[in-house]
């Protein structure tokens, strides 16, 4: 880990890492093991760079949404990337999580990192899109981490297409009855998830924490409203992500 501070410095940093031709970094982490896609995954970048453990403030309000004396803690992550929020929960004490990730580069990371950390019986990935159960278009856009089914401007890639199920069908074919924390980052299709979801789910499933991208240009709809209309609460803000409680 380097600890480079926010902001100017690490860009310039990974702007000479860039131009040099490094693209695939392994390294570990406050004691996880990643294999990180520098020149592409911004994220990654970030979480290499960053001086501090990446975002820990979201990380910590998941982990807090279960008990400590709980056996059984679920975690959702919708938009795993290559699994920074998955391995961290882990770390936790999470016993049940279910990592999505539909884009193939980025999956191939996540699972990398999940064996290299001795994670499979913890962590089930599902290589699928939020959707409903149709093939969609899948963009690149400017890099891993902001892949997306909307087509950037600008952007001239061809679309992948990728399998698509509803949330309740992924739960439903993987057994989770509860979920205790669940983190959503799907670049504006935050709302097409998440509002089928509590339209159908019984409140036993409704998570306890969640951190949310607020994308709402990109929303049809205002999935945070409607959340807290169900009964939830903000209790956090970062620069990326809110997080709310269930009152």
Do not use: M
Request: with cysteine.
């Amino acid at each position: 880990k380097l600890g480079i501070s926010r902001g100017a410095v690490r860009r310039q940093i990974q702007k000479i890492w860039k131009n040099r031709g490094y693209e695939i970094v392994d390294a570990t982490i406050h004691g996880i093991k990643y294999r990180l896609n520098i020149r592409d995954n911004t994220t990654d970048g970030k979480i290499l760079t960053t001086s501090k453990f990446y975002d820990f403030q979201e990380i910590d309000a998941l982990a807090q949404a279960a008990d400590t004396s709980q056996l059984d803690k679920v975690f959702l992550d919708i938009g795993a990337n290559t699994g920074h929020y998955s391995l961290s929960l882990a770390q936790r004490g999470f016993t049940k999580i279910i990592a999505i990730e539909p884009n193939p580069p980025t999956l191939e990371l996540l699972s990398f990192n999940v064996k290299i950390n001795n994670l499979d019986p913890v962590i089930s990935i599902v290589p699928l899109c939020i959707g409903d159960g149709t093939k969609v278009p899948f963009y690149s856009g400017k890099g891993l981490g902001t892949a997306s089914v909307f087509k950037e401007d600008g952007d001239d890639s061809p679309p992948i297409y990728v399998e698509s199920e509803t949330l309740i069908n992924i739960l439903k074919n993987q057994n989770i009855t509860k979920i205790d924390a669940l983190k959503i980052d799907i670049e504006g299709f935050e709302d097409r998830a998440l509002f089928p979801f509590f339209d159908e789910a019984p409140k036993s499933l409704w998570p306890t924490c969640i951190v949310i991208e607020p994308n709402s240009t990109s929303w049809e709809k205002d999935i945070l409203s409607r959340l807290e209309t169900l009964g939830y609460v903000r209790t956090g803000k970062t620069r990326g992500n809110v997080i709310l409680n269930r009152a």
